[in-house]
């Protein structure tokens, strides 16, 4: 038996037996881990209001043998709250739907559990962070958070040279097969003609220059968001399912 320590986000969690839950966390150590907590589901247990979706936590795990993921789940035996996000999110229906599908995007993008995604588990927190301070619309951040993740995973799109030749631009053709913003002759069947305006937005977004996105109109919002959610459904093979409730 051994003990692991490791702090984490919680994505999600399933109900287990009568009082018990199975907890899924993105850890900064561990990447995505599945553990059971006992008796959370007890009206008195303190322990399980800290394992809420949202929750940034401090976790010590108890588990067979010298590894933390292997046979059979770890036990959750300690946690201790770093940032409390959920209760800046739940009461906000536009908040809470984009960190729903921050949540979402984050389990998809770390399959194997086990396996650390440090750059990840910073994104999260970092987008977490900044959605539950308000000082950007959600919409917005929602899209920084995913353009990133794709980056970070190795499908960083481009959005103003061409994917495919590098045919400096700003070229006006996209294609989410292609690698993003493609010119005339690398045009391929199915690419769109977005606007230039959501072109820069969404090299904004990615770049983390919040001055020029927040400058943004509500319709190249929208059009920018359509392009991001494209092009995600692509590389993940099927869309998210949080992603519909998403105000936009």
């Not at 319709?219 to 099927?238: D, F, T």
Request: contains cysteine.
């Amino acid at each position: 038996m051994s003990l692991f320590r490791d702090d984490g986000i919680v994505l999600r969690t399933q109900k287990l037996g009568e009082a018990d839950r199975i907890i899924t966390l993105l850890t900064r150590g561990h990447g995505r881990v599945r553990a059971v907590a006992r008796g959370v589901r007890r009206t008195k247990s303190k322990f399980g209001a800290r394992l809420e979706p949202f929750a940034h936590v401090d976790v010590q795990f108890f588990a067979r043998g010298g590894e933390l993921v292997g046979r059979g789940l770890p036990l959750c035996t300690q946690t201790e709250t770093i940032a409390p996000y959920g209760g800046a999110l739940v009461g906000d229906y536009a908040r809470y739907t984009a960190g729903t599908a921050m949540l979402e995007t984050a389990e998809r993008f770390t399959d194997h559990e086990g396996e650390p995604a440090v750059q990840q588990y910073l994104l999260l927190v970092g987008a977490l962070r900044t959605l539950a301070g308000g000082a950007h619309e959600p919409g917005l951040v929602l899209d920084a958070f995913l353009l990133r993740s794709l980056a970070v995973n190795g499908y960083a799109p481009s959005f103003r040279d061409c994917a495919r030749c590098g045919l400096p631009g700003p070229n006006r053709f996209f294609s989410v097969g292609a690698g993003g913003a493609v010119c005339g002759d690398c045009r391929v069947p199915g690419s769109v003609v977005p606007s230039a305006e959501a072109l820069v937005l969404l090299g904004a977004l990615l770049t983390g220059d919040w001055e020029t996105a927040d400058a943004c109109e509500p319709r190249h919002a929208r059009e920018g968001s359509g392009l991001v959610a494209a092009y995600l459904h692509w590389h993940l093979e099927r869309g998210l399912r949080s992603l519909r409730y998403v105000e936009r």
